[in-house]
């Protein structure tokens, strides 16, 4: 056994010196949007948020993320409106590089990069007459401060105030930048930019939070951690400024915002309700029941709009409340993992408190939540700790027709409540709806919940549902779906059931896993695997690896080829079982954190300890890739997802199916070597689907759509009839502009469509060739008018029947014939055209 363990020791060390092409580790969601604060654009019509490395821009009609600018290499700390151009704005990253973006189009117009000693925790520009403001760190000391930059390649830095907090929303400008405020601690620090007078006023015993200036007059709004908000007034000047106590808050005030004129004053904070203050009454509104605690606000320049970000990853905007795409954060671990529902090929896992999310991973955003709990969320206290029901555990089946969900509320001090729920997938409702509902399942925590695989080959008739529990009580539960005919008269409703309890040597029951076909059941009791029949939950086999003592953290069963082989995992090794011979087929040392399986291939996953990610195949103890360095935080969990269409990458490992990992941090990853995707413009620039006329080309050709635009008629090889005399129109000064009579003559000239000899072979002595030409002529002009929604005049048909010989006899025409018609035309009434002008 010694010899065994040394040789796939070498082999894995062999493996890992080998010369190998590393795909990129890239980012595909979870990236915070709430860490910063957001920005409106200046009408209002777009929600600029920083996430990560990229400024994600948001419509606020719709709450859709429609462009995404990417040019910043590190963390963005600030976005700001371009005080000297208002359709721009300014990010700003932790490296000190600024660039100047024109949001619309996604293009970077200019980048500036600062040359500072520490990185930038936030930045500023108040007003065009002014220089850019920074937070950074003091050097050589854990304090922090204000530095005004200089927008030259030589950086120059003057120190402005110190020292304050390292947040956006701790420092605010005045009135057309006059002058800065910050906070530290109990302290509101004045700096007035021009008289260069420094102040500094204390709030009493309590901790200052957050600051906003009023926007037109001297006044300056701070909160507190006892949850009051303190507008300040006459603060310059005087010693003892006056002050207006504004109090509803219980927890801390997270952050305040005025309006755009400085009525009203926004204020949120953990209560998960936003507060709106008419300053100088005792007047205030509330808006509560807004999910999560409150970390930031922004109001729209037009007053439109009111933006709010929750701890979980969520912003709310509006008066209706849009919702912005993005996964959901959660304040706990990812108790659930990472599941897939095979119906939508989403990704399932923990939501807010109580729910779960069900995220699209191909559109990048949320589809809808699942409440499960049933229950409001109940705020947290100042000076006590609220505990909230929380869903630990969940499972679906792979056919996506049950959902099975474990909740969990242990505060220490009560007994432990825990509620085991099965949910059905209402196929005419489209969504899941609870079916069984059992309390108190288990006396203990539950450690993991599964159904029993769906054998697509297997009569559905003859598939009977089955799950299996386990918990720290040291026992393990299957349960069936029965006939409920106790609580149904009718006999109709089926319900779950227990339908057996297992336990082995009075051992902890942690992990469990179905065999492909769902004969089997492999339960881990410490350190040995346990093999049942899963219909009689009789126990058939015993493994236990002689050399180890340590308990088993995971046990899976192979797919595909290596369904004969269990996979069990400790803390700092592998050990494969073959079931058949029930051998051990080989085991290797390693630091497991993570192990998951991919059913739609023979491969398995693992993260080690030293953030390596291996795949391998159960049979082979030799890995068929290896990561190293695949992230820097600790993964809580990895799923296998179906792919719906098959990339061109080289990863063969990922032909059936993609990686997804979810860090600490709470992003979600994935192994690719794909480029990464250029930005789509295609979602500003749609084009509209308008006839190639003189006036169609007038239209906007930017027009935001869903549906995909036919193909426009094409007109004439001549080109667009009319487009020249129309821009010779629009050419000339308004003032100076002929009566449009005058303008007749040449752009009708200009709408005759000449055409050669041998197109029309026109003989006037044939008098019905000539009744046929001028029924089809008025024909073509009726279809003409119902497509435009022009009237024609019996004169003006007459006039088109002429205007039709004259390009039939092209050859034949004189010049004077040319010039009497050209004066019939023009004595016509062309007032309809005046009418169409004009409107």
Request: with cysteine.
């Amino acid at each position: 056994m010694e010899h065994e363990e040394s040789v796939t020791t070498s082999i894995v060390k062999e493996i890992k010196n080998k010369p190998t092409k590393k795909p990129s580790v890239r980012l595909k969601a979870g990236a915070s949007l709430v860490r910063f604060k957001p920005l409106f654009s200046y009408d209002a019509k777009y929600l600029l948020v920083p996430s990560g490395n990229v400024v994600k821009v948001f419509s606020t009609l719709s709450g859709e993320c429609i462009r995404t600018l990417k040019g910043h290499k590190l963390l963005v700390v600030s976005l700001q409106i371009n005080p000297t151009n208002h359709v721009q704005i300014l990010s700003c990253d932790e490296s000190g590089v600024i660039i100047q973006w024109d949001y619309v189009d996604g293009t970077a117009i200019k980048v500036y990069r600062l040359t500072l000693k520490h990185s930038v925790k936030a930045f500023y520009a108040p007003h065009s007459s002014q220089p850019w403001y920074v937070i950074t760190q003091v050097e050589g000391k854990d304090v922090y401060q204000l530095l005004s930059v200089s927008k030259d390649v030589q950086t120059r830095t003057r120190f402005i105030l110190q020292p304050v907090y390292p947040q956006q929303n701790c420092v605010a400008f005045g009135e057309k930048g006059q002058f800065v405020a910050g906070i530290y601690e109990n302290e509101l620090r004045i700096f007035d930019l021009k008289s260069k007078n420094f102040n500094i006023h204390k709030a009493g015993n309590v901790r200052l939070t957050c600051i906003a200036c009023h926007p037109s007059r001297g006044f300056i709004a701070t909160g507190d951690d006892m949850g009051k908000i303190i507008v300040w007034a006459n603060f310059i000047k005087s010693n003892h400024p006056t002050r207006s106590i504004y109090h509803w808050h219980t927890l801390l005030v997270a952050d305040l915002e005025f309006s755009a004129e400085g009525t009203y004053l926004y204020s949120g904070g953990g209560e998960c309700v936003l507060v709106k203050w008419k300053l100088g009454s005792d007047n205030r509104y509330f808006l509560p029941r807004m999910g999560l605690p409150i970390c930031h606000v922004a109001v729209a320049p037009t007053n439109s709009y009111v933006a709010t970000s929750h701890l979980d990853n969520v912003y709310i905007g509006g008066i209706v409340g849009k919702h912005l795409p993005g996964v959901k954060q959660m304040e706990s671990p990812l108790s659930t993992g990472l599941l897939h529902d095979p119906r939508t090929n989403a990704l399932v896992l923990n939501g807010k408190p109580g729910h779960l999310q069900f995220y699209h991973l191909e559109n990048d955003k949320q589809m809808f939540n699942l409440d499960i709990v049933d229950q409001n969320l109940a705020t947290q206290e100042r000076h006590q700790c609220v505990i909230n029901r929380e869903v630990t555990k969940a499972c679906i089946d792979n056919n996506g027709e049950w959902l099975g969900t474990v909740e969990l509320r242990d505060d220490g001090e009560t007994n432990i409540e825990i509620k085991l729920k099965f949910w059905w997938f209402d196929s005419l409702s489209q969504r899941f709806t609870l079916n069984t509902c059992v309390n108190l399942p288990h006396h203990k925590k539950i450690y993991v919940i599964k159904f029993k695989p769906v054998n697509k080959c297997q009569d559905k008739s003859l598939y009977q549902p089955l799950a299996v529990t386990t918990s720290e009580d040291r026992k393990f539960k299957l349960w069936g779906l029965v006939d409920d005919a106790d609580t149904d008269i009718h006999g109709k409703q089926l319900c779950w059931n227990c339908q057996s309890v297992g336990f082995y040597r009075n051992m902890v029951a942690k992990d469990a896993d179905f065999s492909t076909d769902g004969s089997l059941l492999a339960v881990s009791f410490d350190h040995i695997a346990t093999l049942w029949e899963s219909e009689t939950n009789a126990l058939k086999a015993t493994l236990c690896h002689p050399r180890s003592e340590e308990n088993i953290s995971q046990v899976l069963f192979g797919q595909k080829s290596c369904c004969h082989l269990v996979v069990c995992a400790t803390p700092t090794s592998i050990t494969v079982w073959n079931i058949l011979s029930l051998t051990v087929a080989w085991n290797i040392q390693c630091e497991l954190c993570l192990l998951t399986v991919d059913i739609s291939s023979d491969l398995m996953a693992a993260f080690s300890k030293d953030k390596t990610l291996y795949i391998f195949r159960p049979s082979n103890p030799e890995p068929v890739y290896i990561h190293e360095n695949v992230t820097s935080e600790p993964v809580l969990g990895a799923a296998f997802i179906p792919k719906t269409n098959f990339p061109s990458g080289d990863l063969w490992w990922q032909h059936n199916s993609q990686l997804y990992f979810m860090t600490e941090k709470q992003e979600l990853l994935t192994i690719t070597d794909e480029p990464d995707p250029e930005p789509e413009d295609s979602q500003m620039k749609l084009q509209q689907n308008l006839s190639t006329t003189p006036f169609g080309q007038l239209m906007a050709q930017k027009r935001k759509t869903d549906v995909e635009p036919s193909q426009p008629k094409t007109q004439l090889s001549q080109g667009i009839l009319g487009l020249n005399e129309v821009n010779q129109i629009l050419e000339v000064p308004s003032h100076v502009l002929p009566p449009v009579g005058l303008l007749c003559s040449n752009f009708m000239t200009s709408l005759l469509t000449h055409q050669t000899a041998k197109t029309w072979n026109f003989q006037e002595s044939d008098e019905e060739e000539e009744d046929r030409k001028e029924k089809d002529s008025s024909q073509s002009e009726t279809d003409e008018e119902d497509k435009l929604g022009v009237t024609i005049t019996k004169n003006d048909k007459e006039i088109a029947i002429k205007n039709e010989k004259l390009a039939g006899n092209e050859l034949k025409v004189t010049q004077e014939q040319l010039i009497e018609n050209l004066t019939s035309i023009e004595s016509e009434n062309y007032s309809w055209l005046t009418e169409l002008w004009c409107a």
